[in-house]
C-alpha cells in the first residue's frame, strides 16, 4: 500500500502511520499542526515514524494546497486531519472547525475524483449523534449533533456519502467513539486524569461523574481504520468504531486511583456545553464488514496510557525536529 495519512501527527494519526510502515507501507504523511496544542508534541509524535525510509512529510493546509499532486501519488487516503474538541467549537473558534474539517475534507474529495477507484478512509466521531435516544447506537440512528463540532464532523461526513453517490469515489466514514490511549491529546478526560494523579494534583471533573462513554483504545481504532481500507462493502457505507462496553467516569477515575495506589483529590464542577450524558456503540455492522473486534479492556488500555504517562512526566519533551 502507498498511503496518504492526513493528521499523521496526531494522536490516532501518528500510530496509524507507524502500523502502516512497521507492515512494509509507504506513508505520506500531511499534517497542518494545528497550534490547538504544542506542535512540539505533535513533531514527537512522528519521531518513529521518521526513522522509516518509507516515511515522507508534508506541512500543509488541506483547505489552501493542491492537493491532486498528494493523492496522484497514493492508492489509498486515510482522512484523520481534523480540528478537534466539543468544548472548544463553540464561538469565535468556529471558523477554524469549518476551515480544517468542512472545507478541508471537501477539497480532498474534489482531489480524488479523477481517481475514484483509490479508498477515502474518513475519521468521524460519535459526536454526530449528540445525546442519541438509544443505546447502543446504530448507524442508521438519526444524528443529531450536540456541539457545533458534531455538526462539522457531520457535515464532513455527508460530504463522502455524496462524493461517492455522484462521484463514485470510493469513500467510508468511521465514527469513533470516546478514542484514549498513549498519545492522547492534552485536553482529553484520561490525559488530563493521569497527568493530575501522577503530579499528585487535584482532577477537575465535570458533571457528576456517572456519565458514561463507550472509550475504544487506539490500537482497535487502527486495525478498524486499516480494514476500512480494504473492506469490499465498505465505500459509501458509515460504521461505528467502539469499544464494546460503556464505563462511567467514575469508574475511569478509580481504575486511576488504583494504578496510583492512593485516592485521588476530585473536584466537580458543571457539565460543558455540548457534552452528552451517555454513548454508546452498535458496532454489529463494522463486525460484518469489517471484521473489527475490540480487543483491549478499559482496564488494560487505561493501564497502558497511565504508564505512558508516567513515562512522558520523567523525561521533559525535547522539541522534534521540523
Not at 35 to 46: G, M, Q
Not at 160 to 182: D, E, I, M
Not at 202 to 224: E, K, L, M
Not at 304 to 309: K, P, Q, S, T
Amino acid at each position: 500500500m502507498n498511503a496518504l495519512v492526513t493528521g499523521c501527527a496526531g494522536f490516532v494519526g501518528s500510530q496509524l502511520t507507524e502500523s502502516l510502515l512497521e507492515d512494509g507501507h509507504e506513508v505520506l504523511g500531511v499534517d497542518v499542526l494545528l497550534d490547538n496544542y504544542a506542535p512540539a508534541l505533535k513533531l514527537a509524535n512522528l519521531s518513529r515514524a521518521r526513522e522509516h525510509k518509507g516515511f515522507r512529510f508534508a506541512r500543509l493546509d488541506l483547505a489552501a494546497a493542491p492537493l491532486e499532486p498528494l493523492v496522484e501519488q497514493c492508492d489509498t487516503v486515510f482522512h484523520l486531519a481534523a480540528e478537534p474538541g466539543v468544548r472548544t467549537s463553540w464561538g469565535a473558534r468556529f471558523a477554524s472547525y469549518e476551515h480544517n474539517n468542512v472545507l478541508a475534507t471537501q477539497r480532498l474529495l474534489e482531489a480524488t475524483m479523477r481517481w475514484p477507484e483509490k479508498r477515502v478512509v474518513y475519521a468521524s466521531s460519535s459526536s454526530v449523534y449528540g445525546d442519541a435516544e438509544r443505546l447502543p447506537t446504530c448507524e442508521e440512528t438519526l444524528p443529531k449533533p450536540f456541539s457545533p463540532y458534531g455538526v462539522t464532523k457531520l457535515a464532513a461526513e455527508h460530504l463522502c456519502v455524496l462524493y461517492h453517490g455522484n462521484h463514485g469515489v470510493a469513500a467510508v466514514a468511521l465514527r469513533y467513539f470516546s478514542v484514549y490511549g498513549p498519545r492522547q491529546r492534552p485536553d482529553m478526560a484520561f490525559n488530563r486524569f493521569c497527568r493530575a494523579a501522577l503530579r499528585d494534583q487535584p482532577i477537575t471533573v465535570f458533571g457528576d461523574g456517572r456519565q458514561t462513554r463507550d472509550f475504544t483504545f487506539v490500537h482497535d481504532v487502527v486495525s478498524a481504520t486499516r480494514a476500512a481500507a480494504i473492506a469490499p462493502a465498505a465505500p459509501g457505507r458509515v460504521y461505528n468504531v467502539g469499544g464494546g462496553s460503556r464505563v462511567s467516569v467514575r469508574d475511569v477515575l478509580g481504575h486511576i486511583a488504583s494504578l496510583r495506589g492512593r485516592p485521588l483529590e476530585l473536584h466537580y464542577e458543571d457539565g460543558e456545553s455540548g457534552d452528552v450524558r451517555h454513548t454508546g456503540a452498535d458496532t454489529s455492522r463494522a463486525r460484518r464488514d469489517l471484521g473489527f473486534r475490540p480487543t483491549t479492556s478499559v482496564e488494560v488500555g487505561l493501564h497502558a496510557e497511565f504508564e505512558w504517562m508516567r513515562e512522558q512526566e520523567r523525561r521533559p519533551l525535547r522539541a522534534a525536529a521540523g
